[in-house]
């Protein structure tokens, strides 16, 4: 299995992220977006690291990981409390940080 | 075509086909359900990477516990597809074409590129937990003793943002 097809695979799940993020409105969505690009990031690092027979790059996908539970677990309380300010998840209203 | 190459392959489109319904179904629950398909075929694409430690942890630290906090959330503010705010088409059309532009540039840089690397056939153990254990408290016994401290910051992060207004 040659390792371009591990390459377009990742760079497919990353760009089909980028548009999530880019067309949604819905904060929540906007967030599963990053997730999916995280782990398509994710995908290539291990593959490279099949690749060169080197385990350094899975401890950093396990170092990715646990930043990505970090990130949601203050990211979603964020999305919660900006619920419960403005009752709703839209982020064309949070574009205006002000009020 | 072996069976190696038949299960890349099923499990390519598998999580091609549930990221474009993460990002185009209309409903959030659905977008959940198809971000948990695309973690579990991509734990597929790790145990065909002989990762079998990333795999597990893929299963139960994504698709169990962060998609379990994301669904938890949508079901908390009660969202479904009446409630979902769209954007104009012109928008989504713009975001459609800047994503599959990023695509087609990166696509067109990495094809001529000289990688000329093949994922070898013959299973290795560097992915089992025994191994990887051995490395992480070898070489990286820093960076995993800095990430609890990282747990602690947002555990307390999030209970400090989500607490109510007393006054």
């Not at chain 1, 401890?59 to 949601?72: L, Q, R, S, Y």
């Not at chain 2, 977008?31 to 579990?40: E, H, K, W």
């Not at chain 2, 698709?63 to 908390?76: D, E, P, R, T």
């Not at chain 2, 820093?142 to 209970?159: D, K, R, T």
């Amino acid at each position: 299995m040659p390792i371009q097809y591990y390459i377009f695979l990742s760079l497919a799940l990353f760009c089909i992220g980028i548009m999530g993020a880019l067309m949604r409105r819905n904060a929540i969505i906007i967030f599963m977006s990053i997730e999916l690009m995280l782990n398509a990031v994710n995908l290539l690092l291990t593959a490279f690291s099949k690749m060169y027979n080197d385990s350094a790059a899975q401890i950093f996908v396990f170092f990715i990981m646990v930043v990505a539970a970090a990130e949601v677990a203050v990211g979603l309380a964020v999305i919660v409390m900006m619920y419960r300010k403005v009752h709703s998840v839209d982020v064309n209203i949070l574009n205006r940080l002000k009020h | 075509m072996d069976i190696l190459q038949l299960l890349f392959w099923l499990l390519t489109i598998m999580a091609i086909g549930c990221a474009l319904g993460v990002v185009l179904s209309r409903n959030p629950v659905t977008s959940v359900i198809f971000l948990i398909l695309t973690f579990f075929a991509i734990s597929g694409h790790y145990l065909l990477l002989n990762a079998q430690f990333l795999a597990i942890v893929n299963i139960i630290v994504y698709a169990g516990a962060i998609m379990v906090l994301f669904l938890f959330v949508i079901m908390l503010m009660n969202l479904n597809a009446d409630t979902e705010p769209q954007k104009s088409w012109l928008v989504q059309l713009a975001g459609v074409i800047s994503g599959g532009t990023l695509f087609l540039v990166l696509i067109a840089a990495i094809r001529n590129a000289h990688l000329l690397g093949v994922i070898n056939k013959e299973s290795s153990d560097i992915g089992l937990i025994k191994n990887l254990g051995t490395v992480l408290f070898k070489q990286f016994v820093l960076p995993f003793e800095i990430s609890s401290v990282l747990f602690l910051s947002a555990m307390i992060g999030a209970i400090v943002i989500g607490k109510k207004d007393t006054e």
